[in-house]
């Protein structure tokens, strides 16, 4: 079964365009002056229960606004959703008993009163009997290490403390569906990685459907096999992070370090017909190969002949990159 439905969905926005000047600002008062922001424009997918999404997208994307509708926070301009075989914004009630929501930069937390006292609100807000409660917030309390942090306010935690306690919050009645918008913006390495350990167990434990943004490539990488890329409102890519990595990472990346000092002419001369795109390393005589497939041994050898070398790397091209190329590229076909 699909735990989200999304067909032709769009959203638009009403904005209204000042006009410059204080001639502008007198004549805004008669007329205003609006232009559409297509937010969202005319997208279609399906989420099957215990996946695990990643919905990806430059500053502006739609996704923000995405979220909100799948949430019933905002009511669509035009087309259909079913989120857990309800529409998000007619059965609000029951509706929201069945989603978890957390977003990085809210809290749903009551910032002066301990942890434990919002959770206990919250329960009561969500009718959690508290034979659940013990049961299940037994083990999300313990998986993220949150016990010693129950007693304390909000306001005394770090970020990172405060965020493994809001994904406790969003999960005190145990929702089959998860919707997570920048959970690890701003943390340091450690917390992400807690955080992403404990979505996996999440998901594998009670198969729950997690819808994931971020501009963060590693979340991804760690947790999702799937990713919908949006672009303008526009969903440009849907599938499988492998496949999408294949098809636009292809070659891999070797960074030489010389023992002395090259110019760009001197290697694209060496690697003549090779397909290589060389970039200037950070530190001083690094110089960096962009190779094709299958092209690295001819590569090394043909460079290694002629030129004094202290190191040689090679890496994959990196998913952030990969991503990052396809949004300048404007396109994504297939
Ligand atoms: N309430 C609103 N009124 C007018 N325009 C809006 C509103 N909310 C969003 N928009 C516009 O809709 C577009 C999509 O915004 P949205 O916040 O969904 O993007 P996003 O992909 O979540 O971006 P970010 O990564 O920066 O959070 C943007 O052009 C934004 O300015």
Redesign the pocket.
């Known amino acids: 079964m699909n735990a989200i439905e999304v067909e032709h969905l769009r959203k638009e926005?009403k904005?209204h365009i000042s006009r410059s000047g204080l001639v502008g600002a007198f004549r805004d008062l008669w007329t205003r002056r609006y232009t559409l922001?297509r937010?969202?424009d005319d997208i279609s997918f399906a989420v099957k229960q215990g996946e695990i999404v990643g919905y990806i997208?430059?500053?502006?994307?739609?996704?923000?606004?995405?979220i909100k509708m799948l949430t019933g926070i905002l009511t669509p301009t035009s087309g259909r959703i079913v989120v857990n075989g309800m529409n998000p914004h007619k059965e609000r009630e029951k509706f929201v008993r069945t989603i978890g929501v957390v977003f990085g930069q809210r809290s749903q937390l009551w910032w002066d009163i301990a942890v434990q006292e919002s959770f206990r609100l919250l329960k009561k807000v969500y009718r959690v009997s508290d034979e659940q409660y013990r049961r299940h917030m037994g083990e999300v309390i313990e998986m993220l290490e949150i016990g010693p942090l129950l007693d304390k306010p909000v306001r005394k935690l770090s970020l990172g403390q405060r965020m493994r306690c809001e994904l406790a919050a969003a999960l005190i009645h145990n929702p089959p569906l998860l919707f997570l918008d920048e959970p690890t913006i701003g943390l340091d390495v450690l917390v992400k990685l807690n955080i992403r350990q404990f979505l996996k167990q999440l998901n594998e434990r009670y198969g729950t459907t997690i819808l994931l943004?971020t501009?963060d490539m590693s979340d991804i990488e760690a947790l999702c096999e799937r990713v919908i890329m949006?672009d303008e409102?526009k969903i440009i890519y849907d599938g499988s992070l492998e496949r999408l990595k294949e098809r636009w990472g292809q070659g891999k990346r070797v960074a030489f370090t010389f023992a002395e000092a090259v110019t760009a002419a001197f290697l694209q001369q060496l690697t003549e017909g090779l397909g290589v795109a060389w970039k200037k390393g950070e530190q001083s005589n690094v110089w960096v190969a962009h190779v094709p497939p299958g092209g690295v041994p001819e590569v090394v050898s043909r460079v290694a002949a002629r030129c004094a070398l202290q190191d040689i790397r090679i890496h994959e091209v990196p998913t952030e990159e990969i991503v990052r190329n396809i949004y300048e590229e404007g396109a994504v076909r297939g």
């Open positions: 926005f904005v922001v937010a969202v997208g430059e500053n502006g994307a739609g996704k923000s606004t995405t943004t501009h949006l409102g």
